[in-house]
Nanobody
Framework: VQLQASGGGLVQPGGSLRLSCASS????????IGWSRQAPGKEREGVLCISNTGRVTYYGASGKGRFTVSRDNAKSTVYLQMNSLNPEDTAVYYC????????????WGQGTQVTVSS
């Protein structure tokens, strides 16, 4: 099983980015996909998780109202749409998979850097 996050980059405050999490060796219909991030000097924190049925669980307040998540099982890809970005969103973003959003993470993908700066 491999997960690869992509789509990061440099964006100005107030801007948007869409990250992708592409999976291989995994039947996306059967699992939940989570997104986490790690800012410089801070611990990794969960952002949200989308279940195999499409139910979304947000962790903390960081993404609520600004981040949305969707999945395209046919493409084995999950998308994280991030709007109204601010410098506090600067971090490496990782995706992971687990059987359910409340389950232990099975594996992590490589991250993608998001930098919000003017």
């Amino acid at each position: 099983v491999q997960l690869q996050a992509s789509g990061g980059g440099l964006v100005q405050p107030g801007g948007s980015l869409r990250l992708s999490c592409a999976s291989s060796g995994l039947t996306l219909d059967d699992v939940a996909i989570g997104w986490s991030r790690q800012a410089p000097g801070k611990e990794r924190e969960g952002v949200l998780c989308i279940s195999n049925t499409g139910r979304v669980t947000y962790y903390g307040a960081s993404g609520k109202g600004r981040f949305t998540v969707s999945r395209d099982n046919a493409k084995s890809t999950v998308y994280l749409q991030m709007n109204s970005l601010n410098p506090e969103d600067t971090a490496v973003y990782y995706c992971n998979w687990r059987w359910h959003c409340h389950s232990t993470v099975q594996s992590w993908g490589q991250g993608t850097q998001v930098t919000v700066s003017s």
